[in-house]
């Protein structure tokens, strides 16, 4: 396959990604809710573990580097409760 090719493959990939985390930060608002609701803080620290170790187990069984892994979604994880900060009116996001 010319290499064009497999770059215009890896833009479609891209691009799928950026949806999803769009799709991930747009959740902000439900998790908001409903971390109000049940009194949580919006930075979950024990929530964060867990998310961590599972998405770290799961790329280590695809043959994925876990930690890389990991480091990838630490950044979603604080998108997400910087989203959080905006919506409840403490944040300084556009």
């Known amino acids: 396959m010319p290499l064009k090719d497999i770059r215009t493959r890896i833009e479609k990939i891209d691009a799928h990604l950026i949806d999803l985390i769009e799709q991930r930060t747009a959740m902000a608002k439900d998790v908001l809710e409903a ?4 009194c949580k803080p919006i930075n979950d620290v024990d929530q964060n573990k867990i998310v961590l170790e599972r ?11 876990g930690e890389e892994v ?8 604080k998108m997400n409760i910087e989203r959080q900060h905006e919506l409840s009116g403490e944040g300084n996001l556009p």
């Not at 998405?55 to 580097?65: C, H, K, P, Q």
């Open 55 to 65: 998405v770290s187990n799961m790329a280590t069984e695809r043959g994925l580097d």
């Open 70 to 77: 990991m480091r990838i979604f630490e950044i979603l994880i």
């Open 35 to 38: 971390k109000k609701t049940e």
